[in-house]
């Protein structure tokens, strides 16, 4: 029984020590003139990843599809020879 009271106490403690240690406040101040450029700039951002995102994925899908056909193409193409 000792044990276990030796745990408890000692991950209360460390909770404790986590908890109070933790919570420290930074002095950040908002500027609401600043927002509308933030988010403008944010949006660019993301619309411009996602505009190079799209042209890699489709550019390997259009090769990926190309094989496709090539392949669909030969397997027709095989079985009319005879």
């Known amino acids: 029984m000792k044990l276990k009271e030796t ?3 000692t991950v209360a403690a460390l909770a404790f ?3 109070t240690g933790i ?3 930074e002095d950040k101040s908002l500027n609401i003139s ?3 450029t933030k988010v403008s700039n944010f949006i660019k951002g993301e619309v411009d990843k996602t505009k190079e995102y799209q042209t ?4 390997d899908q259009k090769v990926k599809n ?3 056909w090539s392949k669909l193409k030969s397997l027709f193409k095989g079985n009319n020879d005879s």
């Open 7 to 9: 745990i408890m106490l």
């Open 17 to 19: 020590l986590l908890i």
């Open 23 to 25: 919570a420290k406040a």
């Open 34 to 36: 600043e927002v509308p």
């Open 56 to 59: 890699k994925v489709w550019a």
């Open 66 to 68: 190309a094989k496709m």
